[in-house]
């Protein structure tokens, strides 16, 4: 396994950066002591809904403890393996179960926010299909938001179907949102654009590289034109910028980079 990172990066930026808990091969709580003296946040990835996946109370309280000591928050990213969208009642009541399983396990960490993906059938591509979605969507949201939670500590993250699909259910249920800067890449999208419609909501980006229609590489895979939007969004930003990568190569390499760029910006 690699070891630690060569410097820290604690409060080196006008935002929180941070990385996710799937740099080293190895459970949440190693990763965190890995990378909590080094980073402002770590990204806790709950990608599966199952119990056995999830943290147990103990994990929570050990995280909770190294948050204290490393001078660290958390931002949770909730299961992937769900479909609040679902044409199935069923399923969209099992995901909605999920989602506040998660939740309420994770409340002791304080999270930051928690990111959610609204998966979205690559079949259902007619209009009156998109819009069926839509209003599932809503009313799988309306009774997550029921239980008590903060609307605005949901972060609805872009995925790769046009984010507008979703924007008015953000807007009416006053939820934040997670802007991936891959998948905008992905999608053609201008990112710039994008960051300035939704810039009083963004709570949280996620940043990666993408090369050959891949993404969640280092930073330095990405071109000149991305970096220098990417650098104007930063520029103006004071929440949470998570590299999300999923190595120690690809960290270590994207800090390196981000380093680099944010100092050339700030040259006369």
């Known amino acids: 396994m690699q070891g630690f990172l060569p410097k820290s990066y604690k409060r080196a930026y006008p935002f929180r950066l941070g990385t996710t808990s799937f740099i080293y091969p190895d459970h949440y709580i190693p990763n965190v002591k890995m990378l909590g003296p080094y980073l402002d946040e770590i990204e806790l990835l709950l990608f599966e809904s199952s119990y056995d996946s999830l943290l147990s109370k103990h994990d929570i309280k050990e995280l909770s403890m190294l948050a204290e000591e490393f ?20 399923i969209r009541r ?9 939740i309420d396990l ?59 699909w979703a924007e008015d259910v953000i807007s009416s249920l006053n939820l934040s949102v997670c802007i991936d800067i891959g998948h ?53 930003y004071a929440g949470i910028a998570i590299i999300e990568v999923f190595s120690y190569n690809n960290l270590q390499a994207s800090l390196k ?10 040259d006369p």
Not at 94 to 102: A, G, K, T
Not at 137 to 153: A, F, H, P, V, W
Not at 196 to 204: A, G, N, P, Q
Request: glycine letters at 2%.
């Open 71 to 90: 001078d660290i928050t958390y931002d949770i990213h909730l299961p992937i393996d769900i479909s609040l969208g679902d044409e199935d009642r069923s």
């Open 94 to 102: 099992r995901s909605i179960e999920s989602v506040q399983r998660v």
């Open 106 to 164: 994770t409340l002791p960490l304080i999270p930051s926010v928690y990111i959610l993906h609204l998966s979205f059938n690559e079949g259902l591509s007619k209009t009156e299909n998109v819009s069926r979605w839509q209003e599932r969507i809503y009313k799988s949201m309306e009774l997550l938001l029921s239980s008590g939670i903060n609307s605005r500590s949901i972060a609805i993250e872009n995925l790769m179907y046009p984010f507008e």
């Open 184 to 236: 905008l890449i992905r999608m053609n999208a201008d990112i710039k654009k994008v960051f300035d419609k939704h810039h009083d909501r963004t709570s949280i980006i996620h940043l990666h590289g993408v090369k050959d229609n891949l993404d969640h590489l280092s930073l330095d895979k990405l071109t000149d034109n991305e970096t220098v939007d990417i650098m104007k969004i930063l520029k103006t």
């Open 257 to 266: 980079y981000m380093e680099k760029c944010w100092n050339q910006r700030r």
